[in-house]
């Protein structure tokens, strides 16, 4: 069964720094493609950030260029996203899923909220 | 970026009645290489992460109920239940996944009526 656990959520003051890590399990995590996506409680999904199967490709959103860096250890099945210079509108819930062509499967979430 | 664009913003449907969510993209996301729309539905129940529900516009996720229906092409695409159930209460987005970055559209939030 596939599983995809995402952990290191939590409340952050702007400007803070989160890193976000999501345990993959029951597929073969160094074939497929990697994402983030958030979701503002009670809004709709926006696509975060990508990983190629190696590591050696990333892309982001613009609102998270420079900020936000997605990274994955294959020998762990672990995928992160490391946050930094948190600010008010990154307050979301952030989903971990796996790309076969499209999204096939989508964790549970980590809630982070930033505030003072 | 390609804005994906849903129509109606909510729909409140009998039950065992249809329900039609519209879909429409700013540019087509129709493959010329291969003929294949790359538009994904999914369904997102209240507290729960979002589900695959049909990919390639049309093509139903493993374990959908087969009520549910994709179609279109091109810019304009169409997820359509047939007899609608308790269960089916969500919201519904469409996504293209021809061009990075995959965007979705805003949901669509379906109620019984």
């Known amino acids: 069964e596939v599983q995809l656990v995402e952990s290191g959520g939590g409340l952050v003051q702007p400007g803070g720094s989160l890193r976000l890590s999501c345990a993959a399990s029951?597929?073969?995590?160094?074939?497929?493609?990697m994402h983030w996506v958030r979701q503002v409680p009670g809004k709709g999904l926006v696509w975060v950030a990508h990983?190629?199967?190696?590591?050696?490709?990333?892309t982001y959103a613009d609102s998270v260029k420079g900020r936000f860096t997605i990274a994955r250890d294959n020998a762990k099945n672990t995928l992160y996203l490391q946050m930094s210079s948190l600010r008010a509108e990154d307050t979301a819930v952030y989903y971990c899923?796996?790309?076969?062509?499209?999204?096939?499967?989508w964790g549970q979430g980590t809630l982070v909220t930033v505030s003072s | 970026d390609i804005v994906m664009t849903q129509s109606p913003d909510s729909l409140a449907v009998s039950l065992g009645e249809r329900a039609t969510i519209n879909c429409k993209s700013s540019?087509?996301?129709?493959?010329?290489?291969?003929?294949?729309?790359?538009l994904a539905w999914y369904q997102q129940r209240p507290g729960q992460p979002p589900e695959l529900l049909i990919y390639?516009?049309?093509t139903r996720e493993s374990g959908v109920p087969d009520r549910f229906g994709g179609s279109g092409s091109g810019t304009d695409f169409s997820l359509t239940i047939s007899s609608l159930q308790a269960e089916d209460v969500a919201v519904y987005y469409c996504?293209?996944?021809?061009?990075?970055?995959?965007?979705f559209g805003q949901g669509t939030k379906l109620e019984i009526k």
């Open positions: 899923v796996r790309e076969w062509y499209t999204f096939d499967y």
């Open positions: 029951g597929f073969s995590f160094s074939m497929y493609w």
């Open positions: 990983i190629n199967h190696y590591g050696s490709t990333t």
């Open positions: 540019q087509s996301v129709l493959s010329s290489s291969n003929n294949k729309n790359y």
């Open positions: 390639w516009a049309s």
């Open positions: 996504q293209q996944y021809h061009t990075s970055p995959y965007t």
